[in-house]
């Protein structure tokens, strides 16, 4: 064969293969955590939402530190028809009013409305918190439930040649009819898991693309594992971040702001609201200027309805932010103490975990040379089965219990620092 017929025969085998290659496969993309929770903080739904509260939240700011209105009014005459049946109509005068709210109200009025950017802005990062965890959780969900599905497979390989082995015996005349419905049994049920698993780790994949605001068909594969994570954590010291970090405590301590300053704007009231304004009037018996002053008082009740409102809507803050302040200490406390219980299991599903191994390995040995018997190696089988899936299951419950301290606080436990 020539060179050029041969170089263009290996052109056409190399486009056949990839052409054979399925297309869910070329177009899968590795999914880190890191960029799954960037994704996740620039196109989540609420995130995407909370910021439009924001933009909102600084419409009305720029609003309230704004002057009001100025009005113009004229009066327009001549519109009767006169004996000659035509009309004179002519504007006879017109005014130009602006209106002013007591001195310092606007002022106080802005810093509410200012707070009112700030509570939308901690909003967002609460809302992010949700989502980090959410995002962290479900991304740990699947590396869980990918490790589950390569057990559930081995079990299922170990099933399927323990019923082979079952057949052979019972052909051989050395087990009985029932332990090998039994071994099928048991081999269906592990098919049956392994299938279950499968279904549970697509959903997962789903639930991850709705969280980063992804099509929920959008094909992707990790390729990280979950590993032991440590904590160098004081409670006391945690305590005080999530005091000073907490959203939620910031938020009650811009709206707390807020009610003071409205009883400070409820006391201004008391002071006349004005406004100042020109009038021209150019009537054929009259034409002349004149400056217009108006003062408004609230003269029947000297205001003391609001004042009593604000005093108790201010009274009302105080006491929310002293629960909630009581509320995020207790919730650091259960935190750290479930984080505290979850450290020590794993150190126990660890120690399982080795013995699993070993029996798993002992167990097809004793029983390949007849020194076990049915029963007892099916019992290893599930046993060993077990503790492994404990362990994995047990590294899941400790990336959760982290995620919900580092929500908890709304600080980073991690080095990513992703709750800042």
């Excluded at 995002?135 to 559930?152: D, G, S, W």
């Excluded at 405590?249 to 704007?265: C, E, F, G, Y």
């Amino acid at each position: 064969m020539s060179k050029p017929l041969y170089g263009f025969s290996y052109v056409i085998i190399v486009l056949s293969c990839l052409i054979a290659v399925p297309q869910s496969v070329l177009s899968e993309e590795l999914l880190q955590l890191e960029h799954a929770l960037e994704l996740a903080y620039q196109q989540n739904p609420r995130m995407v939402q909370a910021r439009h509260a924001i933009d909102g939240a600084k419409g009305e700011h720029l609003s309230a530190k704004s002057w009001r209105d100025p009005q113009f009014e004229a009066e327009i005459g001549g519109l009767k028809k006169n004996d000659a049946g035509s009309r004179d109509a002519r504007v006879g005068s017109y005014s130009v009013n602006q209106s002013f709210d007591p001195p310092g109200v606007r002022y106080l009025n802005s810093r509410i409305a200012h707070n009112g950017v700030t509570i939308q802005e901690e909003s967002l990062k609460e809302i992010w918190a949700k989502v980090y965890a959410e995002v962290r959780n479900a991304y740990a969900q699947l590396i869980l439930q990918k490790k589950e599905l390569e057990l559930r497979e081995s079990n299922l390989k170990s099933m399927r040649q323990f019923f082979s082995d079952v057949q052979v015996r019972y052909q051989g005349g050395q087990a009985l009819k029932t332990q090998v419905h039994r071994a099928n049994i048991e081999m269906l049920n592990a098919e049956s898991e392994y299938f279950d698993t499968k279904h549970l780790l697509d959903v997962t994949k789903a639930r991850i693309n709705l969280l980063l605001g992804r099509d929920l068909h959008d094909a992707f594969e990790i390729k990280e594992e979950l590993q032991e994570e440590r904590l160098l954590v004081d409670m006391e010291h945690l305590t005080e971040i999530a005091l000073a970090n907490r959203p939620d405590i910031r938020m009650q301590q811009a709206s707390l702001d807020s009610a003071n300053k409205q009883v400070m704007r409820e006391r201004l009231n008391l002071l006349p609201a004005y406004s100042l304004g020109f009038k021209v009037t150019d009537e054929d018996y009259e034409n002349d200027y004149a400056a217009l002053i108006k003062l408004s008082f609230p003269l029947w009740d000297l205001n003391r309805g609001d004042i009593k409102r604000a005093k108790a809507e201010r009274e009302s803050a105080k006491a929310e932010l002293d629960i909630l302040e009581r509320q995020t200490a207790f919730e650091v406390h259960e935190a750290y103490e479930h984080l505290l219980l979850t450290v020590k299991q794993l150190d126990l599903f660890k120690q399982s975990f080795a013995e699993a191994n070993e029996m798993f390995r002992l167990a097809r040995l004793h029983y390949s040379e007849g020194e076990i018997g049915f029963l007892d190696y099916l019992d290893q089988l599930l046993a060993s089965m077990d503790s492994r899936m404990r362990y994995y299951q047990g590294l899941f419950e400790l990336n959760q219990r982290i995620n919900a301290l580092e929500q908890t606080v709304y600080s980073s436990l991690r080095e990513d620092g992703f709750l800042k």
